[in-house]
Every structure is written in C-alpha cells, then in structure tokens.
Antibody, heavy 123, light 111 residues
C-alpha cells in the first residue's frame, strides 16, 4: 500500500522560509523511474506544479518559482523535503506531495497523492 | 494563466454524457507527451483518473474515458452520477517548462 503524508508549519510569517516534509511508504526512491513531486493549490484555485525529484536525484523546478525552491530526498528515511524562501501571503495554499511514476503507458504521472497540508502566510 | 486550457465549468443531468476539453500547444500535448486526468472531489486531494491519454487505473469506472488528438485531449464522462460532481484537471509534460503542466481545472456540476 502506497501512502504519502505532508508535514510542516500551518502558519508562516511573510519573508520566512517554509520547509515541508513528505514522508512516504510502500515504494522506494531508489527504484528507477520513480520520483516525488510537490504541487500546491491556493484556496479556490487550480493546481500548480512546484518541483520534482527523481530516483537518480535529477531535480526540476517550476521556472516561475525556481529561485525560491529547493527539493531534496533522504532515501533511507523515505522522505522528500521542499523549502521555499521569502514566503508571501500569495503563497497561502494547500501543499501536496505525490508520487511521480512511469506507468505502463510509458509516461510519468502523479499516481498517488498525500492528503495535503494547508499553509497560511500571514503576519 | 495555465499552460493547458480547460473550460471553467461543464454540467449535465444524471445519465447524460459530458466532455471536458484540454487544449495545449506544440511544447506539450502537441508533441509526443501524454495527457493525464485527475479528479478532485470537494475537500479531497486529487486522484489519478486517466493516465497515458486513455488508460484507467484499477478501480476507475469505465464511464470515464480519455482521448488525445493533435494538441488537444478530452475527458468523457458517460452515465453521469451525482458522485461525479468534482473538479477535473488535465496534466502533461511541457518541454519549455522542462516540467509539469496542469490545466486550470473544470468544475463538473451534475444537475
């Protein structure tokens, strides 16, 4: 059974750095053609991709947020960490982590999602 | 603005069929990149509904089907049921982003 769960602060002050942890089970990030991604969703708005990390430590970032994001993995702990600097109220959103896997179609998709964690940015 | 374009809303009566479009460009769907669809029920996390353009994960009813043609894709929901009321998102890979592209989402209302 594959599960993912996000953890981190629910309230962040403007200009602070947000650190979110995705703890997963049921798969390993040492397995080829597997990765973990972060996606966020402001209240009432659409999904927005933030970052991906692959089994081989290849990393991809949303171009519009690249300068503020860092994604890392700890394979031994089954965790992926996302940091986002210089937080602003517009960054208030539910943040999801999801498994990024190459399925039998031959392409990658987010096949398992965490429940999400709401992060509010406010002074 | 989302890289992939979806209608904000669609609606249909129980038992009817609705289609949700997803329009991209030659840097994503119009190239060889597949389209995936996610269903987000109210208050819940998204769930993979269709992958690789037209494949259903185990447990997804065959009332849901996907297709792709050129730089566009479609999700069809037949025999609409009340529990299908949700937001639906298309997703592909974009070579200009070197990353993931989502559509803006479509809210399906069952009348």
């Amino acid at each position: 059974q594959i599960t993912l769960k996000e953890s981190g602060p629910t309230l962040v002050r403007p200009t602070q750095t947000l650190t979110l942890t995705c703890t997963f089970s049921g798969f390993s990030l040492s397995t080829s053609e597997v990765g973990v991604g972060w996606i966020r969703q402001p209240p009432g708005k659409a999904l927005g991709w933030l970052a991906l990390i692959y089994w081989d430590d290849d990393k991809r970032y949303s171009p519009s947020l690249k300068s503020r994001l860092t994604i890392t993995k700890d394979t031994s702990k089954n965790q992926v960490v996302l940091t986002m600097t210089t937080m602003d109220p517009v960054d208030t959103a539910t943040y999801y982590c999801a498994r990024w896997a190459k399925l039998d179609s031959g392409s990658y998709s987010f096949d398992y999602w965490g429940q999400g964690t709401l992060v509010t940015v406010s002074s | 603005q989302s890289v992939l374009t979806q209608p904000p809303s669609v609606s249909g009566a129980p038992g009817q069929k609705v289609t949700i479009s997803c329009t991209g460009s030659n840097s994503n769907i119009g190239t060889s990149y597949d389209v995936h669809w996610y269903q987000q029920l109210p208050g819940a996390a998204p769930k993979l509904l269709i992958y690789g353009n037209d494949n259903r994960p185990s447990g997804v009813p065959d009332r849901f089907s996907g297709s792709k043609s050129g730089a566009s894709a479609s999700l069809a929901v037949s025999d609409l049921q009340a529990e299908d009321e949700a937001a639906y998102y298309c997703q592909s890979y974009d070579s200009r982003l070197s990353g993931v592209a989502f559509g803006g989402g479509t809210k399906l209302t069952v009348l």
